[in-house]
């Protein structure tokens, strides 16, 4: 996707941080509403940070309008009331929905008269302190005539934007699951797997607390595609994450880490704890199905500093498990 040009490089680092939030990009660039953020410079000093495409058709060129402060853009006594209103969200520090209407030049430098229906959002930094403002409006102006007898505030306003919210809210959480799972067995992918271990790795080495690393393999995985056909390899897959679901804790990270190899992190988990819940999992394998597994765990020592450490030892015990004749756990002594 191409950088838009009327963000600044800060807020667009921000939307890319999460994948999730790819949805939020779309929103921005294709909404019809006017979205805009400003940042907050003081009780009333207000300086424009970025302004989606549908704001920026309405004002011209963006370049011109971006950094600049609300009253360098907007002629009085509009700029009065877009202050005030601003000055009012930083000082109730929860969301405001309002009205508003007054002059401005448009994109051809012609005068037009506007009103517009707002939502100001509070953006807060990581102290607290409300550093820009989301706002959100609709031009009024352009929204075919209401009936007579119509409520222009009406609640059937308030619902679609509820609806909408909540759709855009469902939408999003579909996406970062895409981003964040394993297609065919639903469990977490390798990237977002390797990230979440990261975390847990520093979180046990600052506290030091016990924390293990499983590595496993189905046991001749090759030969059930060959024989039985891929899709029988795919249900092989399917049923081992679920076996492993079933099994481990729920504060326990499962992953698929590549082809027939997951991985499974336990937070303050002894190696000797590790050890009981991969028989467990090789038990309940064995006996519900003909498919067998070889594990490697390793647990984490003071020299490890990434997961990758961990994940070295957990392979070459799995490839012991291997030699020694699969079906079995092997861990460090
Ligand atoms: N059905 C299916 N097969 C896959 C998928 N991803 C990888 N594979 C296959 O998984 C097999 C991996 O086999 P290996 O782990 O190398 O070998 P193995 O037959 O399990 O032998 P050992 O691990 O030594 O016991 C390869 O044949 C891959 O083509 C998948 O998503 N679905």
């Known amino acids: 996707m191409h950088q838009t040009p009327w963000m600044t490089s800060d807020i667009l680092s921000r939307l890319n941080a999460n994948a999730g939030m790819l949805l939020v990009r779309s929103l921005w660039e294709y909404c019809p509403e006017h979205m805009f953020i400003v940042r907050v410079e003081g009780p009333t000093d207000f300086v424009i940070e970025a302004m989606n495409p549908t704001r920026q058709a309405m004002l011209g060129n963006d370049t011109v309008a971006i950094g600049k402060r609300i009253e360098q853009l907007l002629p009085p006594p509009l700029c009065h009331g877009v202050i005030?209103?601003?000055s009012r969200c930083v000082e109730c520090g929860s969301p405001i929905r309002y009205e508003e209407e007054g002059g401005y030049i448009d994109r051809n430098g012609i005068y037009q008269q506007g009103h517009w229906q707002t939502l100001l959002v509070p953006i807060t930094d990581q102290e607290g302190y409300i550093s820009h403002l989301f706002g959100v409006s609709?031009?009024?102006s352009q929204l075919p005539e209401q009936p007579v007898g119509a409520n222009p505030d009406s609640k059937e306003f308030e619902r679609r934007v509820h609806e909408r919210t909540a759709e855009l809210v469902a939408a999003n959480e579909h996406l970062t699951h895409l981003a964040t799972h394993d297609s065919l067995t639903d469990i977490y992918n390798r990237r977002y797997l390797l990230e979440l271990a990261e975390q847990?790795?520093?979180?046990a080495s600052r506290y030091e607390q016990s924390l293990c690393l499983m590595m496993l393999d189905i046991d001749h995985f090759k030969e059930i595609n060959d024989t039985e056909g891929h899709l029988s390899g795919?249900?092989?897959?399917?049923?081992?994450?679920?076996?492993?679901l079933a099994t481990v804790r729920?504060?326990?990270l499962v992953g698929r880490y590549g082809g027939d190899e997951f991985i499974i992190l336990m937070p303050q988990t002894t190696a000797d704890g590790a050890r009981e819940i991969a028989e467990r999992l090789r038990r309940t394998l064995t006996q519900a199905s003909s498919l067998t597994?070889?594990?490697g765990i390793a647990s984490l020592e003071p020299t490890d500093h990434f997961v990758v450490d961990l994940i070295h030892r957990a392979d070459n015990l799995l490839l012991q498990a291997k030699r020694n004749g699969r079906?079995?756990?092997e861990y460090a002594a």
Request: net charge positive.
């Open 234 to 244: 795919d249900e092989a897959l399917r049923r081992v994450a679920r076996t492993i």
């Open 84 to 86: 005030a209103n601003l």
């Open 327 to 329: 079906n079995r756990i």
């Open 138 to 140: 609709r031009d009024m």
């Open 250 to 252: 729920e504060c326990d």
């Open 200 to 203: 847990e790795l520093r979180r």
């Open 293 to 295: 597994i070889s594990i």
